[in-house]
């Protein structure tokens, strides 16, 4: 059951469908808070939730990277999406922190986990053909729309990824980076 922000009803929907209503593109989407902020990332792009897990920083990341954590038996890298946006960070200074949630998101072989204070679970959202985007978001941002009062920022999940890589100084898939 998702809340479709449109229409103001709750309805099925299975993750990750899409189609076209009115020539929109119909999305479920993944709802995340931190902080005063909401999200949003195409549910196809989302491997799991992680509750509570340890999260160990890495000597001279940079300030987006926040560190490592174990899921499954995998070593995958923990990433701020308020350092990305160029907000403040989020985590204390000691070597390792608990986090409230982790979604961990793939493109491919590339995979990061995300921070996320809350969860709001699935809503359905028809992304108009020409979506409104803030002039001063970075390049994953796909658009901006509104859910119950509250700004959400669609993130590009491939392109997330990329910016994340790129940051950092490393290709992700089907990019180079200049040294």
């Given at each position: ?34 902080g ?8 196809r ?15 001279m ?19 701020g ?35 996320a ?41 491939p ?21």
């Open positions: 059951m998702t809340f479709d922000a449109r229409a103001g009803a709750h309805t099925a929907v299975p993750a990750g469908r899409s189609g076209a209503r009115g020539g929109a593109e119909t999305l479920a989407l993944m709802l995340l808070r931190l005063r902020r909401w999200f949003a990332m195409d549910a792009a989302i491997e799991e939730v992680a509750l509570k897990s340890q999260v160990t920083r890495v000597p990341a940079p300030s987006h990277i926040l560190g490592v954590t174990t899921l499954r038996g995998r070593l995958v890298t923990v990433v999406l308020e350092q990305m946006i160029g907000g403040p960070g989020m985590l204390p200074v000691e070597n390792s922190a608990t986090l409230p949630r982790l979604v961990v998101v793939r493109d491919g072989d590339w995979e990061m986990a995300v921070v204070e809350a969860i709001h679970g699935m809503i359905e959202h028809a992304s108009p053909p020409d979506p409104t985007r803030p002039a001063d978001a970075p390049g994953f941002v796909r658009e901006e729309f509104v859910w119950r009062d509250n700004r959400v920022l669609l993130l590009d999940v392109q997330l990824l990329a910016a994340a890589a790129g940051l950092a100084g490393k290709a992700s898939s089907g990019q180079d980076v200049a040294p």
